[in-house]
T-cell receptor, first 117, second 113 residues
Framework: AQSVTQPDIHITVSEGASLELRCNYSYGATPYLFWYVQSPGQGLQLLLKYFSGDTLVQGIKGFEAEFKRSQSSFNLRKPSVHWSDAAEYFC???????????????FGQGTILTVHP | DAGITQSPRHKVTETGTPVTLRCHQT?????MYWYRQDPGHGLRLIHY???????DKGEVSDGYSVSRSKTEDFLLTLESATSSQTSVYFC????????????FGSGTRLTVV
């Protein structure tokens, strides 16, 4: 069964500092990997995704993530955090083929990011 | 952005009453999903649909049922609401390609008193 672990429930950084949010997954093959962001009271918005090729993927809002197969990780990074980045971030894993999986995604527990001025 | 709407946005209901939440899409996507979001649990899959009248259970389906009579609508019903079903419910849609991520609705905040 696929699973996702986000080890950090809550992270606090200062504005302008760099950020790394951790994500570890368990999956039988190379999965599709996603990061979503949720602002308070809002739905989830796709930040970026990985499905093959270059292991460093770029997303919206200046975020990037690196897929490391050997570590089963897909960590999210941003060089300089802005106050507007304060939100909850979710990592998700899904199947890389149709089959009978019907595209179901499994989400991590989420990491809440607080940004101090 | 993809067209997906959830209704109602907020609802308070009493224990034991039936409740139906609606998800409507205008993207003609095949796949639709219902998740619930609770602190410390992230999003957990309740039910999903892979076509009209084709639905199946997710990991937390007890106490919930779904129906999909049209491509655009996916209904989630709480047969007899309980306080443990107080949560935020999200609907999501997805295209047929594996690399398509989900597009989420804005959520329904349900309180069972």
């Amino acid at each position: 069964a696929q699973s996702v672990t986000q080890p950090d429930i809550h992270i606090t950084v200062s504005e302008g500092a760099s950020l790394e949010l951790r994500c570890n997954y368990s999956y039988g093959a190379t999965p599709y990997l996603f990061w979503y962001v949720q602002s308070p009271g809002q739905g989830l918005q796709l930040l970026l995704k990985y499905f093959s090729g270059d292991t460093l993927v770029q997303g919206i809002k200046g975020f990037e993530a690196e897929f490391k197969r050997s570590q089963s990780s897909f960590n999210l990074r941003k060089p300089s955090v802005h106050w507007s980045d304060a939100a909850e971030y979710f990592c998700a894993v899904g199947p890389n083929a149709g089959g009978t999986s019907y595209g179901k995604l499994t989400f991590g527990q989420g990491t809440i990011l607080t940004v101090h001025p | 952005d993809a067209g997906i709407t959830q209704s109602p946005r907020h609802k308070v209901t009493e224990t034991g009453t039936p409740v139906t939440l609606r998800c409507h899409q205008t993207e003609n996507h095949r796949y639709m999903y219902w998740y619930r979001q609770d602190p410390g649990h992230g999003l957990r899959l309740i039910h999903y649909s892979y076509g009209v009248k084709d639905t199946d259970k997710g990991e937390v389906s007890d106490g919930y049922s779904v129906s999909r009579s049209k491509t655009e609508d996916f209904l989630l019903t709480l047969e007899s609401a309980t306080s443990s079903q107080t949560s935020v419910y999200f609907c999501a849609i997805k295209g047929v390609r594996g690399l398509d991520g989900y597009t989420f609705g804005s959520g329904t905040r349900l309180t069972v008193v």
